[in-house]
C-alpha cells in the first residue's frame, strides 16, 4: 500500500525567507508521481508542481521546487521568498500504477499548515 | 470559467436528510473522481467514473454513498440518511482520458456538508 507522510502540522516563516515543507513516501512501485497541492482559506485544492520518479532532475515552478531524493523516498516542498499569501495548507500527494494498470488514484498526506508572517 | 464546476459550496444538512453534490469536469475530460476530506485530514479517494460507467468504488462507504456519472449532465454524488460523521468537504476533480502517473488531476473548489 502507498503512504504519504507529512510530519510538520504547522511551519511558521517569516515573509521573503524560504521554508521547507517535508514530505516521506512509501511505494514498492518504480513508476509513481508526486505532487504538491495548496489548500487556502477558501477552500479549493491548487496544483503546485510535480515530480516523476524517473526523473532526474528536480522540478522546479516559479518560487516552487521540489528536493527529490529518491534514495530516501522524500519529495519536500521548497518554497522561496515567502509572500503572505502563501499561507495556506499544503499537501503531498502520490499516484502509482497499481497491480491492474490502473494510475488514477492520489494518496494523500495530513497536510502542512504554513503561516507567512509580516 | 472551463474549470471544475461543483455545486453547492455549501450545503447543510439534518441527520436522515439526503445530499446531492454534483460536479461538471472541465471540457474534453470525461474521467471524474470524488474526494473527501474530513476535518484535519488529507483527501482520501472515494469512486472514480467515466461517462455511464463506475470504473472504481472502492473508496465508497458500503451503504447510503453512490455516485452516478450519466451521459448528459453532471457527475452526482448523493448520500442517502447523513449522518454527523458524514460532515466533510468532498471534492471532484476530472482528467482527460489516458492520464499517466504524471496527469494531474484538476479539482473543483469542493462542497462542504455538514449535517447538524
Known amino acids: 500500500a502507498q503512504k504519504i507522510t507529512q510530519t510538520q502540522p504547522g511551519m511558521f516563516v517569516q515573509e521573503k525567507e524560504a521554508v521547507t515543507l517535508d514530505c516521506t513516501y512509501d511505494?514498492?512501485?518504480?513508476?509513481?508521481?508526486l505532487f504538491w497541492y495548496k489548500q487556502p482559506s477558501s477552500g479549493e485544492m491548487i496544483f503546485l508542481i510535480y515530480q516523476g520518479s524517473y526523473d532526474q532532475q528536480n522540478a522546479t515552478e516559479g518560487r516552487y521546487s521540489l528536493n527529490f531524493q529518491k534514495a530516501r523516498k522524500s519529495a519536500n516542498l521548497v518554497i522561496s521568498a515567502s509572500q503572505l499569501g502563501d499561507s495556506a495548507m499544503y499537501f503531498c500527494?502520490?499516484?502509482?500504477?497499481?497491480?491492474?494498470?490502473?494510475?488514477?488514484?492520489?494518496?494523500f498526506g495530513k497536510g502542512t499548515l504554513l503561516t507567512v508572517n509580516p | 470559467n472551463a474549470g471544475v464546476m461543483q455545486n453547492p459550496r455549501h450545503l447543510v444538512r439534518r441527520r436522515g436528510q439526503e445530499a446531492r453534490l454534483r460536479c461538471s469536469p472541465m471540457k474534453g475530460h470525461s474521467h471524474v473522481y470524488w474526494y473527501r476530506q474530513l476535518p484535519e485530514e488529507g483527501l482520501k479517494f472515494m469512486v472514480y467514473l467515466q461517462k455511464e460507467n463506475i470504473i472504481d468504488e472502492s473508496g465508497m462507504p458500503k451503504e447510503r454513498f453512490s455516485a452516478e456519472f450519466p451521459k448528459e449532465g453532471p457527475s452526482i454524488l448523493r448520500i442517502q440518511q447523513v449522518v454527523r460523521g458524514d460532515s466533510a468537504a468532498y471534492f471532484c476533480?476530472?482528467?482527460?482520458?489516458?492520464?499517466?502517473?504524471?496527469?494531474?488531476?484538476?479539482f473543483g473548489e469542493g462542497s462542504r456538508l455538514t449535517v447538524l
Open positions: 476533480a476530472s482528467s482527460p482520458p489516458r492520464t499517466g502517473v504524471n496527469g494531474e488531476l484538476f
Open positions: 511505494t514498492s512501485d518504480p513508476s509513481y508521481g
Open positions: 500527494a502520490m499516484r502509482v500504477t497499481d497491480s491492474g494498470g490502473s494510475n488514477y488514484k492520489l494518496t
